[in-house]
């Protein structure tokens, strides 16, 4: 069960905290804190992984803890601890306050917290509706010996992670909020070789409040997708670096987006000084074919959800209109430090982290070219249907890794390559979007940043690239 | 509770639920770290963490384990039931069992363990370290990444074989990247990294100094043409590139298919006879070693190539048993064990006759790429393929003059470049990820924007 048995004088989940969290916001505005924000986690987590034939792992864990944050004018002191008694969570605020050396004789008011706001009541049900780890096992027996295709299919592996996390989260504005979140991801990946030649490929699928999906995951359509990625890639040469046009693949292609420009559109950037667009509100910064939004609300997608963990409910906040930047992505600090309204994007991977701003759904919306258009408007370039992973420099500079791709000859796709690394810069990128896509489409993926990792949906249509720096051999 | 009474309420607690054969591990820390902006502290942090790994074999001697932060008493017993009930899905096919060196005695250095100095004492060292680098250089208009950090743990295994270890430590760690700005020119940044087994050990000068170096040295940038480059990788960025492929040497990864190497690899010729690789966690330069693995195995020095041929590789116990050798203290605990080196040194063996002793990184005078540091190791290295393609930041150096690489990166296949090292220069240096000369690798693709 998830909500633990605790005994008094202590947080206990599924019941009324309010005394115990008013007592600590008391103690903490006391002794001169501006703002005092409880967030209080339990959860009960499962991973399964499947290689070749066999379970090979099986890994449950659980776990609680409280994460304590007080505000004195713009800075901020974070106290985490495992100790749920009122002890333990005295103890962790006089710590922050102690941290904080506060000596001013200024009180804010405190006046209790507000009505309980419960979305945790429909959930409470999850956790006796997903899937049991027989179930689960079943499954991945299954995928993986659906990849078994071939004999040049030397590895397959496929993996399944839940996570239920239930939270309380409570603060001296009278936030008081209580949660339950479900999220579930499966994987398959494998190994192609024949003699010297090797490839890989993978798919991962994901989902948020929605016990039942992995019952619904098509483990057929995802094998035979991997397998036929590992065996176009097998043979592949390694592409030819240089400057070129590029295509990118919708779903996961969005995670350019993510890592090159969502991430300086958060507030976390603006704080340290390393976004070029902290001054470019309503100007453009991209090519007029692109808007682009980031939302928790889309029903499912792995990166919705509820409540953000500073107790707002998520807006949907278009960043980008017609190239032209609109908003940026805020949390509580990120609203303090640079005057960015909030959007319910204040976000961590457990108590352990402060909030910060963080993306949660975010993509490029859907144009209206086809797929082939963008291709047929090309006559030598690259193709790049799935991406791997990728990472941002401190100025802006990024580097994708193309997992599967195939050279463009006039307007036709060609031949598959190796070895592509995507090299740019999202201000010089941005406005070389020329062409969206009608085919938007969304994957899951972790993000990892300030605040720990987080679920995330990614995502766009097919986009073209008018240039962009290929690196190879 | 302590790492003994833990120990006991684990024991008494699989007792009433009648299992036999148990082990866990465990880590206790307490945690303290700040963050400045512009000489006000931006964020405080302290924690206090446990985290506790029990595995349990079922009567068919099958594994199952559990993860858990709560170590109350009805949280152990949940941890026990859960990891029971895991059991029922053990591995059949790879039985796992007790390390049989987990009664060995243990190599525990004097670890120079330190006390806390405090939330204030580390914000004012930051702030002042802060001012220092700003004022170190006009273009340097902000520290945007930067901490302080103090962190004071115990790590503990015990089985119910009788096994009983533990050590604790204390380790500093400062970071600062400065971001440096000039007129119609594009930011660069860099900065550096120091640990140590407290604050009063890490040079905050030399931190200051290093990352105020580094990030103004790539003021003054150009592209690079793509094209193959004779290569020097810093000590640093090899170590980078030996640990990103360490699945070569990893039994582990041989038995799941994912590594370049095989079950009779020991023996191939890999590179250069002048090159020797140890793994070696106990170094004494190692300020995060450990003396026992997951596994409660003793960590110790091991030969991974010797003279170019690679010499062993790392195990658990598992992997160790299938191998037909003993473990080499390189277990992680978990439902499926993992294995990973500790601390990397890289050397110049004995036979060396063969390299290109001119190349000299203060000294060459030919054209050559500089590899300072590689970047985005997680989604430009492909492990399982042996190939790579990496952002860098780095120099090119032509007829005598360095000049800081904009944008580029380096690709090649991780056999091709060991083949290819041309020299290793004398000097090792200590990085935080281990030790290491620079190293000439002939001919790797560089990617530039020109």
């Not at chain 2, 690709?411 to 004398?426: F, P, Q, T």
Request: aromatic fraction near 8%; hydrophobic fraction near 35%; charged fraction near 25%.
């Amino acid at each position: 069960m998830l909500s633990s048995q605790i005994k008094s004088n202590e947080i206990v989940f599924g019941s009324c905290n309010k005394d115990l969290l008013e007592e600590i916001i008391f103690y903490g505005i006391g002794l001169g804190a501006d703002f005092v924000e409880i967030f209080i986690e339990n959860t009960d987590n499962s991973n399964v992984l499947a290689e070749e034939d066999f379970i090979t792992s099986v890994s449950p864990s659980f776990g609680r803890g409280a994460g304590i944050r007080i505000f004195k004018e713009k800075k901020d002191g974070f106290v985490s601890t495992n100790d749920l008694t009122k002890h333990g969570l005295m103890r962790s605020i006089s710590q922050a306050i102690e941290m904080l050396d506060i000596t001013d004789n200024k009180r804010e008011v405190f006046n209790g917290l507000n009505k309980h706001r419960d979305y945790s009541l429909p959930k409470k049900k999850w956790i006796n509706e997903v899937p049991s780890i027989h179930e689960i096992s079943e499954k991945l027996l299954v995928s993986t010996k659906s990849l078994k295709k071939n004999n040049k299919i030397i590895t397959r592996k496929g993996s399944y992670s839940r996570n239920l996390q239930e939270v309380i989260i409570a603060s001296s504005d009278g936030t008081y909020v209580s949660d339950i979140r479900l999220h579930q991801t499966v994987g398959l990946n494998v190994i192609a070789s024949d003699t010297q030649y090797r490839s890989s490929g993978s798919r991962r699928f994901g989902s948020s409040g929605m016990p039942n999906e992995f019952r619904l995951w098509d483990h057929e359509k995802a094998a035979n997708d991997v397998f036929e990625s590992s065996m176009n890639m097998l043979y592949a040469d390694y592409v030819d670096a240089g400057q070129m046009p590029v295509v990118l693949a919708n779903k996961f292609g969005g995670v350019i987006f993510h890592e090159a420009c969502g991430h300086l559109l958060e507030t976390t950037q603006i704080e340290r000084g390393t976004t070029p667009f902290e001054n470019k509100l309503n100007k453009q910064i991209a090519h007029e074919s692109v808007t682009a939004i980031d939302e928790g609300i889309s029903e499912g997608s792995f990166g919705s959800l509820s409540v953000d963990d500073e107790g707002m409910e998520p807006e949907k906040s278009v960043l980008i209109k017609d190239g032209i930047l609109k908003k940026f992505i805020s949390d509580r600090a990120g609203e303090l430090r640079t005057g960015h309204k909030r959007t319910g994007s204040g976000r961590r991977q457990n108590y352990s982290f402060a909030a910060a701003s963080r993306m949660r759904n975010t993509y490029i919306a859907k144009g209206e070219h086809s797929k082939e258009d963008l291709i047929n408007s090309i006559s030598e370039g690259l193709y790049c249907k799935s991406m791997g992973g990728g990472s941002v420099g401190a100025t802006g500079q990024f580097n994708f890794a193309v997992e599967e791709g195939y050279l463009i000859k006039n307007g036709k796709l060609t031949s598959p390559v190796k070895g592509a690394t995507l090299i740019g810069d999202a201000k010089e990128v941005m406005p070389k979007i020329s062409m969206c896509g009608d085919d938007l489409e969304l994957a899951p993926g972790f993000c990892g940043s300030i605040s720990g990792s987080v679920n995330v949906t990614v995502g766009q249509p097919h986009i073209k690239v008018d240039s962009i720096t290929v690196g190879g051999r | 509770m302590n790492s003994k009474e833990i120990t006991t309420q684990i024991s008494e607690a699989a007792d009433s639920l009648n299992l036999k054969k148990w082990d866990y591990g465990a880590s206790f820390s307490n945690d303290h770290s700040v963050q400045v902006d512009k000489g006000e502290a931006k964020q405080l942090k302290a924690s206090q963490k446990q985290i506790l790994t029990i595995r349990v074999w079922n009567k068919s001697n099958l594994v199952g384990i559990t993860t858990t932060s709560d170590i109350s008493e009805s949280g152990i017993k949940k941890a026990l039931n859960q990891a029971n009930i895991a059991s029922d899905f053990g591995n059949k096919n790879e039985i796992t069992e007790f390390s049989p060196l987990a009664k060995d005695p243990i190599e525990v250095k004097d670890t120079k363990k330190r006390n806390p100095v405090g939330i204030k004492k580390l914000l004012t060292l930051l702030r002042e370290a802060e001012v220092k680098l700003l004022e170190s250089h006009e273009s340097i208009k902000s520290v945007p990444y930067n901490g302080l950090s103090e962190s004071f743990y115990e790590r503990v295994y015990a089985n119910s074989d009788g096994a009983f270890r533990s050590y604790t430590k204390s380790q500093a760690a400062l970071y600062l990247y400065a971001r440096a700005e000039e007129k119609n020119k594009k930011p660069r940044s860099s900065g550096s990294v120091k640990l140590g087994y407290g604050v009063e050990d890490i040079d905050i000068e030399s931190c200051i100094k290093d990352a105020s170096n580094k990030t103004i040295s790539h003021l003054n940038y150009s592209s690079i043409k793509t094209d193959k480059y004779l290569i020097c990788f810093s000590p640093e960025s090899f170590l980078t590139i030996i640990n990103a492929f360490s699945s070569m040497f990893n039994a582990r990864s041989i038995l799941d298919g994912v590594s370049l190497s095989n079950k009779n690899s020991i023996g191939e010729k890999l590179s250069t006879e002048a090159l020797n690789i140890y793994d070696d966690g106990l170094h004494e330069k190692n300020i995060s070693s450990s003396p026992f693995d997951g596994e409660g195995t003793p960590t110790k020095r091991l030969c991974l190539i010797n003279k170019g041929r690679l010499e062993n590789f790392i195990h658990s116990e598992s992997t160790a048993r299938i191998f037909k050798t003993i473990p080499t203290g390189h277990a992680g605990l978990g439902s499926k064990v993992s294995v990973s080196p500790d601390w990397i040194v890289v050397e110049k063996s004995k036979k060396n006759s063969d390299l290109k002793t001119s190349l000299d990184h203060s000294s060459y005078d030919g054209e050559f790429v500089y590899i300072e540091e590689l970047n985005a190791i997680h989604a430009g290295v492909k492990a399982s393929q042996g190939s790579f393609s990496l952002p860098f930041d780095g120099w090119l150096y032509k007829n005598g003059k360095k000049i800081s690489i904009e944008s580029a990166t380096v690709a090649g296949d991780i056999k091709y470049l060991l083949k290819n090292i041309v020299n290793i220069e004398s000097n090792q240096e200590v990085t935080t990820s281990g030790i290491s000369p620079h190293i000439w690798v002939d001919e790797l693709s560089i990617t530039g924007d020109s």
